[in-house]
């Protein structure tokens, strides 16, 4: 596994952590303050572009209005990354 990809499983790991206590909804500065927690800081657009990431392999999605972002049911990580 790539160290990229590495790096992104760990923000999904913590994204879905975050999710899975707050209801199944994550805002950026949720998640930069999570990675912060676990001594692995990033900014909040490092953290953004790893949601984009998420959100291109069909992981999670965003709300748009809220800016709130959420799991995609049925989906994992090692499945959605598993052809590639």
Do not use: K
């Amino acid at each position: 596994m790539s160290e990229a990809r590495r790096q992104t499983r760990i923000v999904y790991e913590g994204f879905m952590e975050l999710a899975n206590g707050n209801g199944g909804v994550v805002e950026v500065g949720d998640l930069v303050a999570y990675m912060r927690g676990r001594n692995r800081p990033m900014g909040a657009w490092e953290v953004r572009g790893e949601l984009s990431t998420l959100q291109e392999a069909g992981l999670i999605a965003v709300d748009e209005e809220s800016a709130r972002w959420h799991p995609v049911e049925g989906q994992d990580f090692d499945s959605a990354y598993a052809a590639g």
